[in-house]
């Protein structure tokens, strides 16, 4: 996994980072919210391997203010999952559940390079989550 | 694609033989546990087909640890639950003399490697949504949004009680492709080692319209290195001229996924 080295460069304000502390680990859930504000922002896709995501809520979920993250193909759905939950301020027992085309839940230990490769285009992958299950 | 049938029956009879072993540090008392062995289908997932085992070692464990979550390691590798057994097999074939030894845990769970699995729902949530996945790929989705929820459950039950007619009734409509029609992509998962499994989009057919092969496929993922790769699934190498397509249609697992063991 790649370091957590990005560097600080301007981003348009709704364009924030999900930080990414490569020690992260799927199953460990991180043990503070990763910041919303004042994160090291990295607008820098093209060299990087980061893409852009797109947080939507379905059903009765609460909406987040901040809907497009940059964030690390490296990275695996779990860890999506773990920080919607926490930005969300959810309890840990309540249930999260993230979908690609309105359609699957990817496995949390899915690395999303995968889903981007298949599903998402433009630098750009659409999710959508919900804390019932939507599409089965 | 039915031309083929008895391929399909081929792959669903595949089974391969387990040892099962209590790890030794977690037997309460002073008998050691007899290993257990069971045939167990490739295409099946390992909570389907280990309740008798759990049984059978659940009374040598800590009464503390009787309820928690059983799982199985080979050479000291955790194993993925959600992977298909004969996946799971494949990937360690060089290793592996036969009967496959595996070693039973209940305590000490991996949460760093492994899924949890409370229940056989987990099993069913995450099969029915590869499925769902597949049909993304293949047909844009049209075909399970259009079944109803008694496919579904046939599809699982069928796996569930390995039962190839009821799976098969259902899943055929999921493999269906006109004479001359194709699958828009390629539903596969290459593993290589301990890395992450790759998923790509692939289309059956090259720009000119013919059907790809197992090599060309290869070297859309591979490019220079595709004569170097050594594929494996089922236990057998698909020769490197057999279509994609007919892959898909004949070697994909239940959830209809090509799950293809690459080395090089």
Redesign the interface.
């Known amino acids: 996994m790649a370091d957590s080295a990005d560097s600080p460069v301007e981003t348009p304000e709704s364009d924030k980072t999900l930080e990414t502390q490569s020690d992260r680990?799927?199953?460990?859930v991180p043990s503070e919210p990763p910041s919303t504000s004042g994160v090291a922002d990295s607008p820098s896709k093209a060299k990087t391997n980061k893409i852009d995501i797109l947080l939507k809520a379905t059903g009765n979920a609460p909406i987040m203010k901040t809907k497009k993250w940059a964030l690390d193909k490296d990275k695996k759905i779990g860890w999506i999952i773990d920080f919607i939950k926490k930005y969300l301020k959810l309890e840990p027992s309540e249930s999260l559940f993230l979908y690609?085309?309105q359609?699957?839940?990817?496995?949390?230990?899915q690395?999303v390079r995968?889903?981007y490769?298949?599903?998402g285009s433009d630098g750009k992958l659409v999710l959508h989550y919900c804390k019932s299950?939507a599409?089965? | 694609m039915a031309n083929d049938r008895e391929v399909l029956r081929e792959i669903w009879d595949g089974r391969v033989p387990v040892c099962f072993q209590l790890d030794s540090s977690e037997v309460n008392g002073l008998q050691a546990p007899d290993p257990y062995y069971l045939m167990v289908p490739r295409l099946s997932y390992f909570p389907l087909v280990t309740d008798k085992v759990r049984r059978h070692f659940q009374r040598y464990i800590h009464p503390d640890k009787h309820d928690a979550e059983m799982w199985v390691d080979f050479n000291g590798q955790p194993l993925k639950w959600h992977y298909p057994i004969g996946v799971l097999f494949d990937l360690h074939i060089p290793e592996i003399s036969l009967p496959w030894c595996l070693t039973i845990h209940f305590d000490k769970f991996p949460e760093a490697e492994l899924l949890h699995c409370s229940s056989r729902e987990a099993v069913e949530s995450y099969f029915m949504s590869c499925i769902k996945e597949a049909d993304v790929l293949k047909h844009r989705s049209q075909v399970v949004s259009n079944m109803q929820k008694k496919d579904h459950n046939q599809l699982w039950l069928g796996l569930q009680n390995d039962k190839f007619d009821q799976f098969w009734a259902v899943n055929r409509k999921l493999m269906e492709v006109g004479s001359d029609e194709t699958f828009k992509y390629i539903p596969f998962r290459l593993y290589q080692g301990d890395e992450p499994f790759i998923q790509r989009l692939v289309k059956p057919v090259t720009e000119e319209g013919q059907r790809k092969t197992l090599f060309q496929f290869l070297q859309e993922i591979y490019a220079e290195n595709a004569s170097k790769v050594k594929v494996t699934t089922h236990g057998v190498e698909p020769p490197s001229d057999t279509p994609l397509q007919w892959m898909s249609e004949h070697l994909s697992y239940p959830d209809n996924f090509l799950h293809l063991c690459v080395a090089f």
């Not at chain 1, 680990?25 to 460990?28: M, R, T």
């Not at chain 1, 359609?103 to 949390?108: H, K």
């Open positions: 680990e799927i199953d460990s690609v085309n359609a699957f839940a990817p496995a949390p230990d690395i995968n889903i490769d298949c599903y299950q599409w089965g």
